[in-house]
């Protein structure tokens, strides 16, 4: 196996309830036989834990179809992760794509796709002292270079493969999660959540 992750971040939860959230959510994954409360550090990559909660008997009612047939095959752990932090979807890179402006909706291109592979610095600077202030204090801010308003880090959309949040839940080498279950995950938080998979 490669080591492929699907990701769920709660993009909403407060930091106050990020850990007893996380506590009812494994909670019920374990009660469903999805995950043990055996822990493991095979094969997690994850940003800010380097282990994740093993597979449980039921692990298959989670994904959309499970496509080995050896009933011996078992997917990674799930990490959990607790605490204010950004998460990147594909592989590799460290900043968003592009940032857009809540207030005036200008898009600042960090990537310039095709054409560019690496970040354009100057341009993400900004967005990283927002970032790094946030994770730090809760609070941080980027200034739009269109419309100069200031606006909160965790306001500006950065698209589907950057998120900020303050619990996320990493699915290490499962098979795609189903939409049943995805739909029941978030219902559980009771919060918006973002989806991303990616590669180690
Ligand atoms: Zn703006």
């Known amino acids: 196996m490669g080591d492929f992750f699907e990701r769920i971040v709660d993009v909403e939860v407060t930091d106050a309830d990020a850990g007893p959230l996380a506590e009812r959510i494994v909670d019920w994954m374990v009660e469903d036989g999805l995950i043990t409360r055996e822990v493991s550090g095979d094969g997690v990559y994850s940003p800010s834990t380097d282990t994740g909660y093993l597979p449980g008997p039921n692990w298959r009612r989670s994904v959309a179809d499970s496509p ?14 607790v605490g ?51 994770k730090e204090t809760g609070e941080g801010n980027a200034v739009c270079p269109s419309c100069a308003a200031q ?10 493969g950057f998120t900020l ?15 049943g279950f995805l739909a029941e995950f978030a219902g559980r938080l009771g919060h918006r959540t973002a989806e991303q998979t990616g590669k180690f």
């Open 68 to 81: 080995d047939p050896d009933p011996t095959w078992l997917p990674g752990p799930v990490a959990v992760m």
């Open 151 to 160: 606006v909160p880090v965790t306001e500006w959309d950065f698209g589907s």
């Open 84 to 134: 204010r932090d950004y998460y990147v979807g594909g592989q590799g890179v460290d900043e968003a794509d592009a940032a857009t402006c809540p207030r005036c909706t200008a898009r600042t291109v960090i990537i310039d796709y095709p054409e560019e592979f690496e970040p354009d610095d100057e341009a993400w600077q900004p967005f990283a002292v927002g970032i790094a202030a946030w």
């Open 165 to 179: 949040g303050t619990l996320a839940f990493d699915f290490w080498d499962w098979p795609p999660l189903s939409a």
